[in-house]
């Protein structure tokens, strides 16, 4: 009887879910969309370019079947957001380009930029986390978070939709990198593994505030640091050190490192 009750409560609330999309659907349609995006990345050869187009086409209809699951919960209609997604993938992937520059200027293990969207994980989820910001900007529940989380669990690498993330950005190895829902990141910015810029304590109620710092354009950031709070902004230009703790902005052109295992030092 206690079995049989417990079924009859399962099945009740199977009954009286929303429907949401297959996060293997989900994962399944960008694996197929960083293929065509990136020959890099493909698996096969288009032998014409109606080849190519025919495969962009089936793309396009598996989003809006995935949209389409979850049109209750929309702003706007699965063919309306399906088209306003399409309409910013060039712009998105002129920006993934960039970013593979960036990365192949930043690390003289870099061969070409084949190996970098090949193999790097820091470009991987870098184009993953701008194409989740894309649906995160239009108002889709669910799949941002589904794209990130997917690409977190293959790179270690964790990175929120909500991001604000400028042009050629490069993350160096990458494992450990958690980047928070308001950080607002510049252009030119160069993180290492281990970099954590995230929220001091809040409230739940200072969810929709700014929690996460600012990184101005060109700074760069060592491994193992630590960055904190919505106020908290590290000025263009500046270097913060490996295993650096702050809480607190720095001007630009800072140089911030620890001296030996005690004092914290700001140079301007």
């Known amino acids: 009887m206690q079995e049989q009750a417990f079924i ?17 659907a989900v994962c399944s349609w ?43 919960g929309l702003p706007k209609t699965a063919a309306e957001l399906e088209m306003a997604f399409l309409d910013r993938l060039p712009e998105v ?15 003289p293990a870099a061969v070409n930029k084949t190996e970098v969207i090949r193999t790097y994980p820091g470009f991987l989820a870098i184009a993953v986390y701008r194409l989740a910001h894309e649906f995160y900007r239009l108002g889709v529940p669910l799949i941002p978070r589904i794209l990130t989380e ?12 909500g991001a604000t993330i400028g ?10 990198v958690v980047i ?40 760069v950031i060592y ?3 630590t960055i904190l709070g919505g ?12 295993n650096v703790w702050l809480t607190q902005s720095v001007p630009p052109f800072s140089r911030v490192y620890y001296e030996g295992y005690v004092r914290q030092k700001v140079h301007s």
């Open 8 to 24: 009859d409560k399962l099945y009740s609330t199977h009954l009286g879910a929303k429907r949401i999309p297959s996060p293997s």
């Open 30 to 72: 960008l694996d197929g969309l960083l293929k065509v995006l990136f020959p890099e990345l493909a698996d096969r050869r288009y032998t014409s370019r109606r080849e190519l187009e025919q495969h962009y086409r089936q793309l396009k209809l598996e989003l809006f079947t995935i949209l389409e699951t979850m049109e209750e």
């Open 93 to 107: 992937h002129a920006l993934l380009n960039m970013d593979a520059e960036a990365i192949l200027q930043g690390d």
């Open 150 to 161: 997917h690409i977190h669990s293959l790179t270690g690498i964790d990175i929120h939709p």
């Open 167 to 176: 042009e050629r950005f490069c993350i160096d190895h990458g494992t450990g």
């Open 180 to 219: 928070g829902e308001t950080v607002n990141i510049g252009n030119d910015v160069k993180i290492y593994q281990g970099v954590t810029l995230g929220a001091l304590s809040v409230a739940k109620e200072m969810a929709q505030t700014k929690r996460h710092p600012t990184i101005q354009d060109r700074a």
């Open 223 to 225: 491994s193992g640091a």
């Open 231 to 242: 106020q908290t902004t590290i000025g263009h230009d500046s270097i913060v050190g490996g």
